[in-house]
C-alpha cells in the first residue's frame, strides 16, 4: 500500500534552523500536508503544499517539494523552545481521500 | 474555528468489556475519521466515514466497529476491549470540498487493564 515514512527523532540547538524530511510513495498525491503534535494534544495543521508547487514559505516555516524524487522537507527556521512537537508528514490525492501519515518525527530543542 | 470534541480524555477499563469512544465536530463535515496513535507507528486508520450510516474499514478495524446515525457524530465501538488496544484514539473531520484537511480532537487516553 502506499506509504510516507520520515525519522523519528531530530534534536537541534535553539535559535538554529530544523529540518524535517519525508519521503512518500503515492505519486498521484495531490496534497502534501505537516500537521504538528504538542504534548497531549491532537493534530494541528501547520501547513501544506498542492503537489504542482515546489516551495511555499509561512513566515519561520519553508516547505519543499521534490516530485520528482517524492520527497518533502519542512524547515523552521529560528527553533524556540515552542516547537517541541512531534510533526507529521501526510499526503492525499483528492479532498474526499483518506490521508496517509507517517511516523512523525519528534524534534527536541537543546538550549 | 471547526471543533472536534472527544467524549473523555482518559479512559481505564478492563479486558472484556465494550467501550463507546465518541466524537463530534460542529462544523457540518462529512467525512469523519477514527485513528490510533502508537508510539513510532504513527497514525493508523481504524475506519472512516463519508457519510451518515456509511462506514468504510481503514488499515486496522479488527476488533473495532463504528456508528455514524447523525452527521456531527461518530463513535467508536470496542466490543470486547482487549489489552493490545490501550493506545490514543484520534477523531477528525473534514469537507468533502477544498483541501481535505482533517480537523483533528484532543485524543482519548485509553488504558484497558
Known amino acids: 500500500g502506499e506509504d510516507v515514512e520520515q525519522s523519528l527523532f531530530l534534536s537541534v540547538r535553539e535559535g538554529d534552523s530544523s529540518v524535517i524530511n519525508c519521503t512518500y510513495t503515492?505519486?498521484?498525491?495531490?496534497?502534501l500536508y505537516w500537521y504538528k503534535q504538542e504534548p497531549g494534544a491532537g493534530l494541528q495543521l501547520l501547513t501544506y503544499?498542492?503537489?504542482?508547487?515546489d516551495m511555499k514559505q509561512d513566515q519561520r516555516l519553508t516547505v519543499l517539494l521534490n516530485k520528482k524524487d517524492k520527497h518533502l522537507s519542512l524547515r523552521i527556521a529560528d527553533t524556540q523552545t515552542g516547537d517541541s512537537a512531534i510533526y507529521f508528514c501526510?499526503?492525499?490525492?483528492?479532498?474526499?481521500?483518506?490521508?496517509?501519515f507517517g511516523s512523525g518525527t519528534r524534534l527536541s530543542i537543546r538550549p | 474555528d471547526v471543533k472536534v470534541t472527544q467524549s473523555s480524555r482518559y479512559l481505564v477499563k478492563r479486558t472484556g468489556e465494550k467501550v463507546f469512544l465518541e466524537c463530534v465536530q460542529d462544523?457540518?463535515?462529512?467525512?469523519m475519521f477514527w485513528y490510533r496513535q502508537d508510539p513510532g507507528l504513527g497514525l493508523r486508520l481504524i475506519y472512516f466515514s463519508y457519510d451518515v450510516k456509511m462506514k468504510e474499514k481503514g488499515d486496522i478495524p479488527e476488533g473495532y466497529s463504528v456508528s455514524r446515525e447523525k452527521k456531527e457524530r461518530f463513535s467508536l465501538i470496542l466490543e470486547s476491549a482487549s489489552t493490545n488496544q490501550t493506545s490514543m484514539y484520534l477523531c477528525a473531520s473534514s469537507s468533502r470540498g477544498g483541501l481535505g484537511t482533517q480537523y483533528f480532537g484532543p485524543g482519548t487516553r485509553l488504558l484497558v487493564l
Open positions: 462544523m457540518d463535515h462529512e467525512n
Open positions: 503544499i498542492f503537489s504542482n508547487m
Open positions: 503515492d505519486s498521484s498525491s495531490t496534497y
Open positions: 501526510a499526503s492525499g490525492y483528492s479532498s474526499a481521500s483518506k490521508i496517509i
